[in-house]
Nanobody, 125 residues
Framework: QVQLVESGGGLVQAGGSLRLSCAAS????????MGWFRQAPGKEREFVAN????????YYEDTVKGRFTISRDNDKNTVYLQMNSLKPEDTAVYYC??????????????????WGQGTQVTVSS
């Protein structure tokens, strides 16, 4: 079983950048497909980005394409989400998620077995 801990959230002005980290313990991260999701107040948790085991394949939600980049360092057991050109609508709690199945439906939050506690990202206008 893997434990996930997110960090790197905070308050930033519109147009700014943040890099979120998701550190894993308990198991080697290289065994897991990883995703980032976010949940704004009053809304459902939504898909943001996903990467396969090696980081060689990535998927993004349409509104973050070209602004966010997911990456992983399996040697450090860490996954990252680089967020540039942030907008007020990006404000949410961001969660990382993991699953061991290679064929996970990457955008479906119910497919992921393991979740971190979340980190708050607030973008001011």
């Amino acid at each position: 079983q893997v434990q996930l801990v997110e960090s790197g959230g905070g308050l930033v002005q519109a147009g700014g950048s943040l890099r979120l980290s998701c550190a894993a313990s308990g198991r080697m991260l290289s065994s897991y497909v990883m995703g980032w999701f976010r949940q704004a107040p009053g809304k459902e948790r939504e898909f943001v980005a996903n990467t396969n085991w090696s980081g060689g394949r990535t998927y993004y939600e349409d509104t973050v394409k070209g602004r966010f980049t997911i990456s992983r360092d399996n040697d450090k057991n860490t996954v990252y989400l680089q967020m540039n050109s942030l907008k007020p609508e990006d404000t949410a709690v961001y969660y990382c998620a993991a699953d061991q199945r290679w064929d996970v439906t990457y955008w479906d939050r119910s497919e992921y077995d393991y979740w971190g506690q979340g980190t708050q990202v607030t973008v001011s206008s």
